[in-house]
């Protein structure tokens, strides 16, 4: 038997990873499980955060920050970041891709 809450993050990290490659960004989702865990999707471009997904009704921003940080350490990345899929807005265009400010700013210096 599927478990209810894993199919759902499921979909919606196969919808942002469909999303993303659409865009134009190479993207994959990474198998649970992986013994250093690197969030749920990759995308295989130098310095792009790592992507942890989550499909909630509440959220738990301090704890989801804290885990993406530790993902994005597991892969490498000086970015963690988690993309919260918005109730009511099946469209991943609308979600909410949330960083901390130490992330944000690691990532816009590799922009410079």
């Given amino acids: 038997m599927t478990n209810a809450a894993k199919a759902k993050g499921s979909r919606a990290e196969r919808q942002l990873a469909d ?21 749920d999707l990759w995308v295989p471009v130098i310095e792009f955060p790592s992507i942890d997904v989550k499909d909630h009704g509440a959220h738990s921003l301090g704890a989801w920050i804290d885990r993406a ?39 816009m210096e590799h922009l410079r």
């Fill in 69 to 107: 940080a530790e993902q994005a350490n597991n892969a490498g990345r000086t970015c963690g970041s988690v993309v919260w899929k918005r109730r009511g807005k099946a469209d991943p265009a609308e979600w909410f891709w949330i960083f901390n400010v130490r992330g944000f700013l690691n990532l």
């Fill in 19 to 39: 999303h993303l490659i659409a865009h134009g960004w190479p993207c994959e989702r990474i198998p649970a499980g992986a013994t250093a865990d690197r969030g």
